[in-house]
């Protein structure tokens, strides 16, 4: 989903342009003095791996355009690329997202939407629009490279979050009403339709398949999928579905869509793991979170910085990690920057359901 990628975005570019000008600085005063190996006759500022980075690509590529914002794309995209495997499933997936964003593009840019993407690729580090979906395989290899050191680092990242936000999987039946305080005689009629249904024993999904006024989530089986403590829902929605235990079903509530009945479909841990928007928000609760697990494998990588030693503490800065790689406190950020994914977070379910659904369930405040 569209929506499961924007979770992870790379660190933000606004904010760093004072932190770019001081290394750039510090680079040009320096850029003669650079210690020991060289390639082709230029000076290597660091490498990762195999991979030499030299002077001039450093100085061309990334200080010029992009300063410090720069040199974390490049550094991330050398850590992630090589360290997970490209599979099939990476590449079908990454080629639907790039022809869905091209779409997305047309409609909204008509014979500008190249320029525009283009515009929005080079915000993250790609220089041509045929790279659109190598992007989408780099934020699926992201992703896969965070879940996995989640999972290995489960002790001391999960409990934490799942105290907090109490995440879960929930499913609802809505009946639609005009005035929720004094429904109707044919209001109260179909919530008794579900009342009865239920108490026969028939299975709430199929009840809510066929009885449902949500249309988002009645043909999900009345899932709205993946929430916790932070989702957009209206207070009685939220604060009832996040008081129920697995496999519980609530009383009738009441919002200002109607009457709602919940059953809360998951909540038990290990089973969240098996969705991958449990990882997404583990992402969002820890934000120094992708940062620190592409700098870690970057020094399994045997990341150097030849001695610039202002470089990498200004990155390290930037990343939101200090020089013994805990966090500290993260660039800046905005909801105006343009990405290839399109307009911003209030399209977040766009791909999946209007926004009127997106109201029928459980509401946004």
Same mark, same amino acid.
């Given at each position: 989903?569209l929506?499961?990628?924007?979770?992870y975005w790379?660190?933000?570019?606004v904010?760093?342009?004072?932190?770019?000008?001081?290394?750039y600085?510090?680079?040009?005063?320096?850029?003669?003095?650079?210690?020991?190996?060289?390639?082709?006759g230029?000076?290597?500022?660091?490498s990762?791996?195999?991979?030499?980075?030299?002077?001039?690509?450093?100085?061309?590529t990334?200080?010029?355009?992009?300063?410090?914002?720069?040199?974390?794309?490049?550094?991330?995209?050398?850590?992630?690329?090589?360290?997970?495997?490209?599979?099939?499933?990476?590449k079908?997936?990454?080629?639907?997202?790039?022809?869905?964003?091209?779409?997305q593009?047309?409609?909204?840019?008509?014979?500008q939407?190249?320029e525009?993407?283009?515009?929005?690729?080079?915000?993250?580090?790609?220089?041509?629009?045929s790279?659109?979906?190598?992007?989408?395989?780099h934020?699926?290899?992201?992703?896969?490279?965070?879940?996995?050191?989640?999972?290995?680092?489960?002790?001391?990242?999960?409990?934490?979050?799942?105290?907090?936000?109490k995440?879960r999987?929930?499913?609802?039946?809505?009946?639609?009403m005009?005035?929720?305080?004094?429904?109707?005689?044919?209001?109260?009629n179909?919530?008794?339709?579900?009342?009865?249904?239920?108490?026969?024993?028939?299975?709430?999904?199929?009840?809510?398949?066929?009885?449902?006024?949500?249309s988002?989530?009645? #043909?999900?089986?009345?899932?709205?999928?993946?929430?916790?403590a932070?989702?957009?829902l #209206?207070?009685?929605?939220?604060?009832t579905?996040?008081?129920m235990?697995?496999g519980?079903?609530?009383?009738?509530i009441?919002?200002?869509?109607?009457?709602?009945?919940?059953?809360?479909?998951?909540s038990?841990?290990?089973?969240?793991?098996?969705?991958?928007?449990?990882?997404?928000?583990?992402?969002?609760?820890?934000?120094?979170?992708?940062?620190? #697990?592409v700098?870690?494998?970057?020094?399994?990588?045997?990341?150097?910085?030849?001695?610039?030693?202002?470089?990498?503490?200004?990155?390290?800065?930037?990343?939101?990690?200090?020089?013994?790689?805990?966090?500290?406190?993260?660039?800046?950020?905005?909801?105006?920057?343009?990405?290839?994914?399109?307009?911003?977070?209030?399209?977040?379910?766009?791909?999946?359901?209007?926004?009127?659904?997106?109201?029928?369930?459980?509401?946004n405040?």
């Amino acid at each position: 989903m569209l929506q499961t990628l924007k979770k992870y975005w790379f660190v933000c570019l606004v904010g760093v342009l004072l932190i770019g000008a001081s290394i750039y600085f510090a680079y040009d005063q320096n850029k003669g003095k650079l210690p020991g190996k060289s390639v082709g006759g230029e000076d290597v500022v660091f490498s990762i791996g195999d991979e030499d980075i030299t002077a001039g690509e450093f100085y061309d590529t990334l200080f010029n355009e992009m300063g410090v914002a720069g040199v974390y794309q490049f550094m991330e995209k050398a850590v992630v690329d090589p360290s997970i495997e490209t599979t099939e499933e990476m590449k079908t997936q990454a080629q639907s997202y790039a022809d869905s964003i091209t779409a997305q593009y047309q409609s909204t840019y008509g014979d500008q939407y190249k320029e525009m993407l283009l515009t929005a690729l080079n915000g993250v580090g790609y220089s041509k629009l045929s790279e659109l979906t190598d992007y989408f395989i780099h934020i699926q290899k992201t992703q896969q490279m965070i879940k996995d050191y989640i999972n290995v680092h489960a002790d001391e990242y999960i409990p934490a979050y799942v105290e907090a936000k109490k995440p879960r999987i929930v499913s609802h039946i809505l009946i639609k009403m005009d005035d929720p305080a004094n429904p109707t005689e044919e209001e109260t009629n179909r919530v008794n339709a579900v009342k009865d249904a239920l108490a026969s024993g028939r299975d709430f999904g199929e009840v809510a398949q066929e009885l449902s006024e949500d249309s988002g989530s009645a #043909v999900q089986n009345g899932s709205i999928g993946y929430m916790d403590a932070d989702s957009q829902l #209206v207070s009685p929605f939220l604060e009832t579905a996040l008081a129920m235990n697995e496999g519980e079903v609530s009383e009738w509530i009441q919002t200002t869509y109607g009457w709602h009945i919940i059953k809360c479909d998951v909540s038990d841990t290990e089973t969240l793991k098996g969705y991958d928007e449990f990882y997404d928000a583990l992402a969002t609760y820890y934000p120094n979170l992708q940062p620190k #697990v592409v700098w870690e494998k970057a020094q399994e990588m045997n990341l150097d910085f030849k001695g610039n030693d202002e470089l990498q503490n200004k990155l390290l800065i930037y990343m939101g990690l200090n020089e013994k790689d805990e966090p500290e406190t993260q660039p800046e950020t905005t909801e105006n920057t343009e990405n290839p994914e399109g307009q911003g977070e209030d399209q977040n379910n766009a791909e999946d359901q209007n926004g009127e659904n997106n109201g029928e369930q459980g509401g946004n405040e």
